[in-house]
């Protein structure tokens, strides 16, 4: 399996333009988190999906920053319009419910965002 | 809410040397706790993971042990060797089965 994948690696963009981050999770996973990471905050949820709907979207700062999962194989983190602040890398995970918390997490290679 | 923390935030250790890295936890209703690991520029590779019925895992040379009263676990890295070196996070799984992650413990190993 090719892991999780998620596009694209680096994004540089400027304040108030829209940004798109794409997400493949692993064939067979039904829960599909996103997760934002800066050094100040460190690893944060952002939203997570369970069979392509959205369980939990407590996490999402704000009202521009908004997710979707149109079928299991694909996810979108949409920032509209983008801030300096937003700066930091997202993070896809995906995993398989096996119940008893066997569950393991795992992440794509995150795609570093920055706002200029 | 759970919260997770870890301490150091920092480590350095000469090659060879058996190290243990901390993590505690708020939550003692844990469904999970993994540990990861994060290398400069990359995602988390999962370690570990250990059910909340268990006391510990084992993977090669390293060891993660849960103690589920006292809110703790720690991650043992046998005979240590420069390839170890990385940021390791821990990971726990409250009611609500969302992961809460530390904000990791650096560890150089030095040759």
């Known amino acids: 399996d090719a892991g999780v994948i998620q596009s694209p690696r680096h994004e540089v963009t400027e304040m108030g333009q829209e940004v798109t981050l794409r997400c493949k999770p692993i064939s067979g996973h039904d829960y599909l988190f996103w997760y934002r990471q800066t050094m100040m905050r460190g690893l944060e949820l952002l939203i997570y999906f369970n069979n392509n709907v959205p369980i939990d979207d407590s996490g999402m700062p704000e009202d521009r920053f908004s997710a979707k999962m149109p079928n299991a194989s694909f996810s979108t983190l949409k920032i509209q319009p983008s801030e300096p602040r937003d700066s930091a890398v997202y993070f896809c995970?995906?995993?398989?419910?096996?119940?008893?918390?066997?569950?393991?997490?795992?992440f794509g290679s995150g795609t570093q965002l920055s706002v200029l | 809410k759970q919260e997770v923390t870890q301490i150091p935030a920092a480590l350095s250790v000469p090659e060879g040397e058996n190290l243990v890295l901390n993590c505690s936890f708020t939550d003692s209703a844990i469904y999970n706790l993994q540990w990861f690991r994060q290398d400069p520029g990359k995602g988390l590779t999962s370690l570990l993971l250990?059910?909340?019925?268990?006391r510990e895992q084992t993977s090669g040379r390293l060891n993660a042990s849960l103690d589920k009263s006292s809110g703790r676990s720690t991650l043992y890295i046998a005979a240590s060797q420069p390839g170890d070196s990385a940021t390791y996070l821990c990971?726990?799984?409250?009611?609500?089965?969302?992961?809460?992650f530390g904000s990791g413990t650096q560890l150089t190993v030095l040759p």
């Open positions: 250990i059910q909340s019925s268990q």
């Open positions: 995970a995906s995993s398989r419910r096996k119940g008893q918390g066997r569950e393991k997490l795992f």
């Open positions: 990971a726990g799984s409250g009611s609500a089965r969302q992961l809460t």
